[in-house]
Nanobody, 123 residues
Framework: QVQLVESGGGLVQAGGSLRPSCAVS????????MAWFRQAPGKEREFVAA????????YYADSVKGRFTISRDNAKNTVYLQMNSLKPEDTAVYYC????????????????WGQGTQVTVSS
């Protein structure tokens, strides 16, 4: 079993930055691709970013490209999402997810999920 715990969300003004993190335990972290998804009120969950086991393959949604950076530290079993130039439309609950082997854009292909961390961007 794999456990994921997010932290680092919060309230920030438009143009500001946040850096949520996701601590992973229970299995060999370096075997898992990791991703961030988000869900805004009244909307479906959407892909934000994904990173493979080594950090050598990284993917972003068009809406966050150039503003968000996903990274991982396999020694600390942690994945990060550096969010810069935040916009009110980035307001959502952000979830990290783990998938054995390769990355995916699709939430149904991730077997393990954290509880989510709220990110609110005020205008």
């Amino acid at each position: 079993q794999v456990q994921l715990v997010e932290s680092g969300g919060g309230l920030v003004q438009a143009g500001g930055s946040l850096r949520p993190s996701c601590a992973v335990s229970g299995r060999t972290f370096s075997h898992y691709a990791m991703a961030w998804f988000r869900q805004a009120p009244g909307k479906e969950r959407e892909f934000v970013a994904a990173i493979n086991w080594s950090g050598g393959s990284i993917y972003y949604a068009d809406s966050v490209k150039g503003r968000f950076t996903i990274s991982r530290d396999n020694a600390k079993n942690t994945v990060y999402l550096q969010m810069n130039s935040l916009k009110p439309e980035d307001t959502a609950v952000y979830y990290c997810a783990a998938r054995y082997s390769s990355t995916s854009y699709y939430d149904f292909e991730y077997a393990y999920w954290g509880q989510g961390t709220q990110v609110t961007v005020s205008s």
